[in-house]
């Protein structure tokens, strides 16, 4: 297996055993030899604060350890539950329309695979529809008190512009005085860098979603849902922001969901997105022994060049504290152009077929095409939006 980390710091000897079930002793000497104070910043710092504290509590007692794990993992249950409960009554009003919806990556593990939503701590909610009910989903969001904004300073904040990049933002103040984003996408993984052809189709993915008990929200198969956990993980270069907390999630899939490993295998093949899966992976199998077969990690594996290459860019990056700065600009398109699986691939990402780009910006002429692509090369290379 790779080492992807030249130092581990005590936080990965805590979080590593919570993940895998080692023995309780075990955990409370980490701790011990850890103390509260640099275990507490490390973990705040790392955005996993919630779950050291709920192995914490179970390993030592909330009368043995500071009171702040307790409050960190209290704010959060509160939170994520306030959450789930608005995201329930959103996909209700969704059904009485007609519209499926899905929620993805962490707002889908919270609500229907993990048991804890204190140990599930999120920025947003993030949600898939077809794109030809997207623009009732929009309205039904503004029925309900939402407005479309936008995080970002160079993103658009209009249904026009979600048509184009792949989904809107919103948000509300839900009853407890909590802001809420919520992100209605209808492409699940919307990446810059990832070429529409090589997202799992939405259709496709409806048909095979499975309901959640008691809720209309659906969630992805474990194959889909992992699929387009990976992928995400990749489009944050498996080092940024959320960072460590992304692997988590791939954890939690394989261990809770019941993946088909070959079927797996045949969609990651057939979306040509080997390379980038390899990595979401075998990250969180080296961090976590993740249950992920050797055989499958064997198959998804790029030429050694291109693995050892990638992964001294990770550990150069570093996998922990997410919000420093991980690549140069240049670095940063060297790093993602590795991670298509061939040159072909990467060519077409960058050069998509003139179909594409008359759609993406606005335009029925063929005259103005070198235009178009002179500035979708522009687009990659300094914007994150409408690419």
Same mark, same amino acid.
């Given at each position: 297996?790779?080492?992807?980390?030249?130092?581990?710091? @005590?936080?990965?000897?805590?979080?590593?055993?919570?993940?895998?079930?080692?023995?309780?002793?075990?955990?409370?000497?980490?701790?011990?030899?850890?103390? &509260?104070?640099?275990?507490?910043?490390?973990?705040?710092?790392?955005?996993?604060?919630?779950?050291?504290?709920?192995?914490? /509590?179970?390993?030592?007692?909330?009368?043995?350890?500071?009171?702040?794990?307790?409050?960190?993992?209290?704010?959060?249950?509160?939170?994520?539950?306030?959450?789930?409960?608005?995201?329930?009554?959103?996909?209700?009003?969704?059904?009485?329309?007609?519209?499926?919806?899905?929620?993805?990556?962490?707002?889908?593990?919270?609500?229907?695979?993990?048991?804890? @939503?204190?140990?599930?701590?999120?920025?947003?909610?993030?949600?898939?529809?077809?794109?030809?009910?997207?623009?009732?989903?929009?309205?039904?969001?503004?029925?309900?008190?939402?407005?479309?904004?936008?995080?970002?300073?160079?993103?658009?904040?209009?249904?026009?512009?979600?048509?184009?990049?792949?989904?809107?933002?919103?948000?509300?103040?839900?009853?407890?005085?909590?802001?809420?984003?919520?992100?209605?996408?209808?492409?699940?993984?919307?990446?810059?860098?990832? $070429?529409?052809?090589?997202?799992?189709?939405?259709?496709?993915?409806?048909?095979?979603?499975?309901?959640?008990?008691?809720?209309?929200?659906?969630?992805?198969?474990?194959?889909?849902?992992?699929?387009?956990?990976?992928?995400?993980?990749?489009?944050?270069?498996?080092?940024?922001?959320?960072?460590?907390?992304?692997?988590?999630?791939?954890? $939690?899939?394989?261990?809770?969901?019941?993946? &088909?490993?070959?079927?797996?295998?045949?969609?990651?093949? &057939?979306?040509?997105?080997?390379?980038?899966?390899?990595?979401?992976?075998?990250?969180?199998? /080296?961090?976590?022994?993740?249950?992920?077969?050797?055989?499958?990690?064997?198959?998804?594996? @790029?030429?050694?060049?291109?693995?050892?290459?990638? /992964?001294?860019?990770?550990?150069?990056?570093?996998?922990?504290?997410?919000?420093?700065?991980?690549?140069? $600009?240049?670095?940063?398109?060297?790093?993602?152009?590795?991670?298509?699986?061939?040159?072909?691939?990467?060519?077409?990402?960058?050069?998509?077929?003139?179909?594409?780009?008359?759609?993406?910006?606005?335009?029925?002429? &063929?005259?103005?095409?070198?235009?178009?692509?002179?500035?979708?090369?522009?687009?990659? /290379?300094? $914007?994150?939006?409408?690419?």
């Amino acid at each position: 297996m790779i080492d992807f980390l030249k130092i581990l710091p @005590p936080l990965y000897d805590l979080l590593c055993r919570a993940a895998t079930g080692i023995e309780h002793n075990q955990i409370a000497r980490t701790y011990a030899r850890i103390g &509260d104070t640099a275990l507490w910043n490390a973990a705040k710092a790392n955005r996993i604060a919630p779950i050291v504290a709920h192995t914490l /509590t179970d390993v030592l007692g909330a009368e043995n350890i500071p009171s702040h794990w307790q409050e960190a993992h209290h704010e959060t249950h509160r939170r994520i539950s306030a959450y789930l409960t608005e995201l329930d009554r959103i996909a209700k009003q969704f059904a009485e329309k007609g519209i499926q919806l899905v929620a993805l990556k962490n707002g889908g593990i919270a609500h229907g695979i993990y048991p804890c @939503p204190g140990c599930c701590p999120m920025g947003d909610l993030d949600v898939l529809v077809e794109k030809n009910y997207f623009k009732d989903a929009h309205r039904v969001l503004i029925e309900n008190g939402y407005h479309l904004e936008s995080r970002s300073p160079i993103e658009e904040p209009t249904v026009e512009a979600a048509e184009k990049s792949g989904g809107a933002e919103y948000c509300k103040f839900l009853r407890d005085g909590e802001k809420l984003w919520f992100e209605l996408q209808w492409r699940p993984v919307a990446g810059r860098w990832i $070429r529409p052809d090589q997202e799992p189709a939405v259709k496709d993915l409806m048909s095979r979603s499975v309901p959640i008990p008691d809720s209309a929200v659906r969630l992805l198969s474990a194959e889909d849902n992992l699929l387009q956990v990976a992928l995400h993980t990749a489009k944050h270069s498996y080092v940024r922001a959320p960072g460590l907390r992304l692997h988590l999630d791939v954890n $939690r899939i394989v261990r809770y969901h019941g993946v &088909d490993w070959d079927m797996f295998l045949q969609r990651a093949f &057939d979306l040509k997105v080997k390379t980038a899966v390899f990595f979401s992976l075998a990250i969180p199998a /080296t961090l976590f022994q993740s249950p992920i077969p050797d055989e499958v990690l064997t198959q998804l594996e @790029p030429h050694a060049w291109k693995r050892n290459r990638i /992964t001294r860019s990770l550990q150069n990056a570093g996998l922990f504290n997410p919000d420093e700065r991980k690549f140069s $600009r240049i670095g940063f398109i060297i790093f993602t152009a590795l991670l298509y699986d061939d040159l072909r691939g990467l060519w077409r990402s960058i050069f998509p077929d003139k179909v594409w780009i008359r759609e993406q910006y606005g335009t029925k002429e &063929d005259q103005g095409l070198p235009g178009l692509y002179l500035k979708r090369l522009i687009d990659l /290379t300094f $914007r994150r939006v409408s690419t």
